[in-house]
């Protein structure tokens, strides 16, 4: 018994044979894709700015104090009674009367305030202030009579509010208030004050 194939069948078997040998040949490369400028734009992390350490001294508000005190101006009273520096109520048993916490070893601006030694309500005070806990001058060119209380708006900017009597008003009853910010400046490493000041200041600031 003979097998006949069909001629379709041939046909078939000679194509499929054809492609396998094809198959068995070098495939073409298939084209790279070429990443796109924006694309490489995208997938480049930009660059974090690290932010600046705060500089910190390592001294303490009294420290502080007692080292910058000999650069603060004598009290300018001919006749100050105490025991104190120049002139001045820090040192010794002083330092009980004195408000350290306001004196910050890593704050862009801080400040520390006295009266003069062994003073009444109605003395001469000044202002010690500081970057970063190295002292930079006093709040204003002159001592400030009746008082000064201060508080921090942020780490490079403190609010000092000057008491004074009004007309009328005794040193016990006092109620005016002149209001300046003292900002520290960067670009300039200064402070720079803005505000009010007493009326009878005799300062030229």
């Given amino acids: ?99 350290y916490t306001t004196y910050d070893p890593c704050a862009a601006l801080s400040w520390v305030a006295f009266m003069t030694a062994g003073g009444s309500g109605s003395s001469d005070w000044v202002v010690m202030l500081f970057h970063g806990g190295e002292y930079v001058g006093t709040a204003t060119e002159e001592p400030v009579d009746y008082g000064v209380k201060g508080s921090r708006l942020s780490d490079s900017v403190i609010q000092l509010n000057y008491r004074f009597p009004k007309d009328g008003e005794s040193t016990a009853t006092a109620s005016g208030s002149a209001v300046s910010i003292f900002t520290w400046d960067a670009e300039s490493d200064s402070v720079i004050r803005e505000g009010e000041l007493p009326p009878f200041y005799t300062g030229t600031d």
Avoid: F
């Fill in 1 to 99: 018994m003979r097998t006949v194939k069909h001629p379709a069948l041939l046909l078939a078997t000679a194509l499929g044979l054809s492609l396998a040998l094809t198959g068995c040949g070098q495939k073409p490369e298939s084209p790279v894709a070429t990443p796109k400028a924006s694309e490489v734009a995208e997938a480049t992390p930009e660059p974090t700015e690290t932010p600046e350490e705060p500089i910190c001294s390592d001294l303490t508000g009294p420290e502080a104090v007692l080292k910058w005190i000999g650069q603060v101006p004598p009290n300018p009273l001919e006749h100050v009674r105490g025991d104190g520096i120049n002139g001045w109520g820090v040192g010794g048993d002083y330092d009980g009367y004195v408000d």
